[in-house]
């Protein structure tokens, strides 16, 4: 089955403290992205990468780090977490011939207390 | 950099009546405008889209129509379900691309009444 993997998909943290929210996809797109969603903001983007080692800022990139090692992957990091960065985190995977459709994850909900 | 309103940001319509979601963009750049369904619990799903070489755009009971001289573009849901009852998402977006950097409007959620 097509799909957008993220785990985990629900965390719970502290300040400070270091994490990573994966994402995988099974349909060997090249365009990846990460969105995080707030209550009245709707999504803002992250960051996005159009193919392995190819990435680069959205709207909200600060506090945040990614990479593209990999096609399938495309990791989230938070190395200092903060509370307001508790929000949904959103995952999407599109092919760049079709980057009308954007693929969504099932979401991970993030608490930093 | 683009800005997306939405409104409504709550809407009810009674069961079978017609629901209209207004979006307006800031970008005279913007030349893709698509729409996004997310049910409860999981992502955004695509539904329909509009790209800026055209005025109007129909999916059985899902239309969307753009005003490029307003910057508007808009979602019309005829015949209302209970499935249709959700929170939607527009976006726009001028990447080179497409669609590589989307900007998306707040949401607006949409409750059916049976």
């Known amino acids: 089955e097509a799909q957008v993997t993220q785990n985990p998909r629900y965390l719970i943290t502290v300040t400070g403290k270091k994490l990573t929210v994966t994402c995988s996809q099974n349909m060997n797109h090249e365009y990846m992205s990460w969105y995080r969603q707030d209550p009245g903001l709707g999504l803002r983007q992250i960051y996005y990468s159009m193919n392995v080692e190819v990435t680069d800022k959205g709207d909200v990139p600060e506090g945040y780090k990614v990479s593209r090692k990999e096609k399938r992957n495309f990791p989230l990091i938070l190395e200092s977490p903060s509370p307001n960065q508790t929000s949904l985190y959103f995952c999407?995977?599109?092919?760049?011939?079709?980057?009308?459709?954007?693929?969504f994850g099932p979401g991970t909900r993030l608490t930093v207390l | 950099g683009e800005n997306v309103e939405q409104h409504p940001s709550t809407l009810s319509v009674q069961e079978g009546d017609s629901a209209v979601i207004k979006c307006t963009y800031s970008?005279?750049?913007?030349?893709?405008f698509p729409w996004y369904k997310q049910e409860l619990g999981k992502g955004p799903q695509l539904i329909i889209d509009i790209r800026s070489n055209v005025g109007e755009k129909k999916d059985q009971r899902i239309a969307v129509t753009l005003n490029k001289t307003a910057k508007h573009f808009s979602l019309h849901i005829t015949e209302t379900q209970p499935e249709d009852s959700a929170v939607y998402f527009c976006a726009a977006t001028s990447g080179v691309f497409g669609n590589e950097k989307l900007t998306f409007g707040t949401g607006t959620r949409l409750t059916i009444i049976p």
């Open positions: 999407a995977s599109s092919a760049l011939t079709t980057l009308n459709e954007q693929f």
């Open positions: 970008d005279s750049a913007s030349n893709y």
